[in-house]
């Protein structure tokens, strides 16, 4: 039926480790539809350093996405890129108009509005480091069907200059999905082949993200660091499973956890864990965070020796983030005939977002994961000795994958079963 024309919005997100030997798999298919925004240049913008609002805001939008997909996925690993979101929605939000814009407004900037947003989030971006040995790469794009929408050159015009967002017209046919899957395929090395297995015929647009990060370890486990250990799951099983054990320098404490910081190469991105107490259970524990708790943690990391203990462990995670993102206020884009995307172009009939697909993979062993460090910082070698802390994740834990330049999560996980 026409009068159901649906937007549906993609975060992709790719977390794998690097092997020294690791030969990159083949790009699928060549995309056959053409960028309709190849060969025009972004406009230059203006730029909005990080501060304290910035970061804020987005500590609190990642616990806030976190916590409902968690609720979402209860009793299950859960791995959420609350920047993969964000980007997704925040190209949306430059087309939605009236109530609609601002629910995703408020959901996404809190008291900053789109405009000085869309300023933050592309220098936010642009700041973020790439390197050989701790790899970020970021790709947006649009899709929109042939003959059913006159899409506003404004629109894309403004997902141009702040997300470099590609943007194609298609016939919404098997071609068109071989070429969404063919562009994921491109910009995650060949690690994800597919997002799309058939077109609904009420959808007349996508909105795609993928983020995908590599690092090293910036110390690596030894072989004899390795040993089998044990890990009690969240149902209480006893699972046998391959501990890394490494000495680490940062320390990390919260009224309710104990945990550490591990380092990428290049110290630029860091890999967080945080161990509840044992009387706290780990979704009481999650749900009980705060930003400023959270923050004021890593802020006040203290440089001591720690002595770690971590699961090698790698998972998949799928979530429908429709529920997720009504329950935080954002429901007017969903609803078809209030739904206003006017801001994106002319249709017959209303836009409405049918779903917003959340997808993700994460592997964790002795080469390195996705995410970037810190770089730590000796102990004066004049202060007093510390007893060293020890910290030892063989149960339901907490991690992060931060920039280590803002401490804002790239990605947030929670370890509740390792088979």
Known sequence: MKNKIRLTLMCILLAFSILLNLVSCGVANAISAKDLMEG???????????????????????????????????????????????LALAMTANGAEGKTRAEMETLLGGEIDLEKLNEYLYTYIKNL?????????????????????????????????YYDASVYEADFDKNTVKDINSWVNQNTDGMIEKIVDEIDEETIMYLINTIMFDAE?????????IREGEFTSIDEKIQKVDMMRSTEGIYIETENAIGFKKNYKGGKYGFVALLPNESIN????????????????????????????????????????????????????????????????????GMYIGKVLHKAFISVDEAG???????????????????????????????????????????????????
């Open 40 to 86: 025009i240049e972004a406009r230059e913008v203006n730029e909005r350093e990080a501060d304290d609002d910035f970061v804020n805001n987005q500590m609190a939008l990642s616990l806030k996405l976190f916590k409902e997909s968690s609720k979402e996925s209860k009793g299950k690993n859960v791995l959420v890129s609350p920047l993969s979101v964000q």
């Open 129 to 161: 480091p790439s390197e050989e040995k701790s790899k970020l790469e970021i790709a947006n794009s649009i899709w929109f069907k042939s003959g059913e929408i006159t899409v506003n050159d404004s629109f894309l015009q403004t997902n141009k200059d």
């Open 217 to 225: 370890w910036s110390v690596k486990y030894k072989e004899e660091s």
């Open 282 to 349: 780990i979704h009481d524990f999650v749900n009980s965070l705060t930003e400023t708790e959270l923050l004021y943690a890593l802020e006040n990391a203290s440089h001591e020796t720690v002595y770690a203990t971590m699961p090698k462990f790698k998972y998949e995670y799928e979530l429908n983030m429709n529920e997720v993102l009504k329950a935080l206020g954002m429901a007017t884009a969903f609803e078809e005939g209030k739904a206003e995307f006017n801001g994106m172009g002319q249709t017959e009939y």
């Open 369 to 419: 994961t996705r995410a970037g460090a810190v770089t730590s910082v000796a102990m004066d070698g004049n202060a007093a000795p510390m007893e060293p802390k020890t910290v030892k994740l063989d149960r339901p834990f907490f991690y992060m994958i931060i920039d280590n330049e803002t401490n804002l999560p790239i990605f947030i996980g929670t370890l509740t079963t390792v088979k």
